[in-house]
Structures are given as C-alpha cells and as structure tokens.
C-alpha cells in the first residue's frame, strides 16, 4: 500500500465576497442607470411647435363640442374661418340643427393629425344624440361618423372645412 501524505489541512477556496456578490455589481449598474436616467427626466425642454398647435385644436375642438351641445352660436362660430367657402353651410346647417332640436349630445374626438405647410387636418370620430326633432317623433336621433376638419395655422385655430360625415346639420326637413 502506498503511503500518501496527509494533507495538514483542508479550506474550501472562496472567491472574494466582495467581487462575488451578483448584488453589487447590479447595485453599480442600477446607481448608474438610475443617474442617467433622473438626469435625462430632470431636463424640461420645450414642447415641439406641432405639439402646441395639435394641443390649441384640440381646446377649439373641446369648445366647438360643447357651444354645439349648450346650442350657443355665439361661442361656436368665431371657431369658424370666416374667408372660407364652406363656413357659410357649416352656420346654416348648425343653426337648423339649434331650431329644430330641443337637446343635444355630442362626443368628438381626434384619431389622426397630419400637417402641411399652411394648415393641419384632423380626422375626428363624433357620436351624437339629437332629441326632439318633429312633433311626432319622440324618439332620439343617433348618429356617429368620421369627419376630415382642416384648420388653418393662425394663432388660434379656425375651421376652414369638414369633409366626410359632418356631426352637424341632422334637422328633418319639413
């Protein structure tokens, strides 16, 4: 049989406790990550021209939406561009709407923005309830669609033209 040496003792070999840790070296990279990144949110930068103007058209659409539902013209039509061919219609049509009907909801809403180099046109998607219509109608008029509005670029927006299904003009005609 042959005589090995005893070893005089045995330790298990263990890495440094410090490098081995999978915690600190994802703590480091989170500390670093996190510094990056609450230094990129800490910058304000301005908002982009679009976004401002997308934010002005949404607000006259909002007021557009709610003068059409309180049947208040007088706070509807200064929205609408006054050179443009349409707008004549668009009152005519708004006006009969306020005759003819004793209540109104209307819902709008922006799907799409798109901007050319002297206007910005929307697609909307509208649903509205008209009530009141005809003597013998006591039934609700509902109505949804999607519309094209066009607006021009001025300090604050105006309606030049709708295209597609207007939420406006749902007077019977007698």
């Known amino acids: 049989m042959v005589n090995h040496p005893k070893p005089e003792k045995c330790y298990p070999i263990r890495p440094d406790p410090f490098l081995s840790l999978p915690s600190t070296a994802t703590a480091i990279l989170f500390l670093h990550l996190l510094g990056i ?14 976004v401002s103007e997308v934010e002005k058209i949404e607000e006259a659409l909002h007021q557009i939406e709610m003068s059409y539902r309180q049947r208040d013209e ?6 609408l561009n006054a050179s443009s061919e349409q707008t004549a219609q ?9 005759t003819a009907f004793s209540e109104i ?31 013998s109608s006591s039934s609700a008029l509902h109505q949804s669609g999607n519309a094209l509005f066009i607006w021009s670029l001025d300090e604050s927006p105006k309606l030049l033209e709708v295209r597609g299904n207007r939420p406006w003009g749902y007077a019977p005609s007698i």
């Not at 668009?90 to 306020?98: G, M, P, V």
């Not at 180099?117 to 309830?129: A, F, L, P, R, V």
């Open 37 to 50: 990144v609450g230094g990129c949110a800490a910058v304000n930068k301005p908002a982009s021209l679009l």
């Open 74 to 79: 007088t706070h509807l039509f200064p929205y």
């Open 90 to 98: 668009l009152k005519e049509q708004i006006l009969q709407d306020f």
């Open 105 to 135: 909801e209307m819902t709008m809403r922006v799907i799409r923005v798109d901007k050319t180099q002297d206007q910005i046109q929307t697609t909307i998607y509208w649903e509205g309830t008209w009530l009141g219509g005809l003597p």
